[in-house]
T-cell receptor, first 114, second 115 residues
Framework: AQSVTQPDIHITVSEGASLELRCNYS??????LFWYVQSPGQGLQLLLK??????LVQGIKGFEAEFKRSQSSFNLRKPSVHWSDAAEYFC????????????FGTGTRLKVLA | GAVVSQHPSWVICKSGTSVKIECRSL??????MFWYRQFPKQSLMLMAT?????????EQGVEKDKFLINHASLTLSTLTVTSAHPEDSSFYIC???????????FGSGTRLTVV
């Protein structure tokens, strides 16, 4: 079955500390992987995506993610967290080509301590 | 570029009335639009997929007659919640797929409260 798992529901880090948000997927074909961020009461903003090629992808706002096929993971990282990074983060795998639907993880809520 | 405008951002309606939510791609043509529902502190639940000029495809368990979706043009899709009830209160988000790549752009969402 196709699925995306984000094991951490909540994560709290201090401002300036490093961050890693975990994402594991189960998908039968080549995965198209995404990380989105959602601020309260807002839509989703794309942070980065992986389709192929270099397994370390850079995104906006200083985020990066590494695709590890052997571990079926696509973890999101940031070396130094800012207070404005507090939000909900969603990992998703896209059914491309085909239905073009996203399968979203359950999300990780990030809290940043001053 | 790649902006999706969703209106209204919030709406309060009386039980039994209908509410229409619009999703517009402002600077690109959207071959496919998706409608999601999000409950508080939960992930997004795909409700339906709409392609321009054809009937929407609804996910299992989503009432077609309750949630009417129209994708009349390559830049506009609408979701109408018919005969709304308090249990329909939720956050609804649309997204649009560009024909040129696999990037999706999300609207800012609509908070629906049925009283």
């Amino acid at each position: 079955a196709q699925s995306v798992t984000q094991p951490d529901i909540h994560i709290t880090v201090s401002e300036g500390a490093s961050l890693e948000l975990r994402c594991n997927y189960s998908y039968g074909a080549t995965p198209y992987l995404f990380w989105y961020v959602q601020s309260p009461g807002q839509g989703l903003q794309l942070l980065l995506k992986y389709f192929s090629g270099d397994t370390l992808v850079q995104g906006i706002k200083g985020f990066e993610a590494e695709f590890k096929r052997s571990q079926s993971s696509f973890n999101l990282r940031k070396p130094s967290v800012h207070w404005s990074d507090a939000a909900e983060y969603f990992c998703a795998v896209g059914a491309f080509p085909g239905t073009y639907k996203y399968i979203f993880g359950t999300g990780t809520r990030l809290k940043v301590l001053a | 570029g790649a902006v999706v405008s969703q209106h209204p951002s919030w709406v309060i309606c009386k039980s039994g009335t209908s509410v229409k939510i619009e999703c517009r791609s402002l600077d690109f043509q959207a071959t496919t639009m998706f409608w999601y529902r999000q409950f508080p502190k939960q992930s997004l639940m795909l409700m339906a997929t709409s392609n321009e000029g054809s009937k929407a495809t609804y996910e299992q368990g989503v009432e077609k007659d309750k949630f009417l979706i129209n994708h009349a043009s390559l830049t506009l899709s609408t979701l109408t919640v018919t005969s709304a009830h308090p249990e329909d209160s939720s956050f609804y988000i649309c997204s649009a797929r560009r024909a040129t790549d696999y990037g999706y752009t999300f609207g800012s969402g609509t908070r629906l409260t049925v009283v």
